[in-house]
């Protein structure tokens, strides 16, 4: 990826929480607890799970800033949506951790010099290294993967209620 594109990413990633809260803001509130299927998550489920893997996404860039050639731990979302029973975590306190989390993080991309964005970490599920551009690919469509999900869940909601 070339600067160029690294600073369009970086402006995109700066940009994802106020697309998420714009699509939440389209959603009633009485919907955020529908499922659209068993085993399926609420647009409430999926906020908590996005605030967290924002979480553990703001520590894996400043283990590539601070720690080049050492290694990510891996977290398995499911196992994290059901014994952190997320369906009764709040969502107001899970969209603060996020809109803080991609603040603290993307300002922190703007400062970062060129030769830190050459850094690399091992992660467990990646044969190749873990590099900046792949976390900025990652966590730079995180909300709009989830943004998707959250229409999709709106949509069964709407259905199921016509």
Known sequence: ????????????YGGGFELFSSTLAGMPREMWEF???PGEWSVHEVIVHVADSESIGAFRLRKLVVEPGGTLTTYEEAKWAEALDYQNQSVDDALQILKLTRQTTYR??????????????????YEEPYTFD???????????????Q???????WVDQNK
């Open 134 to 148: 792949l976390w900025l690919d990652i966590y730079t469509r995180h909300i709009p993967d989830h943004i998707e």
């Open 35 to 37: 499922k659209p299927a």
């Open 108 to 125: 922190l991309l703007k400062t970062l010099s060129d030769a830190v964005f050459m850094h690399s970490v091992v992660h467990p599920d």
């Open 1 to 12: 990826m070339n600067e160029d594109e690294r600073k369009k990413k970086i402006e995109e």
């Open 150 to 156: 959250l229409k999709k869940i709106h949509r069964a």
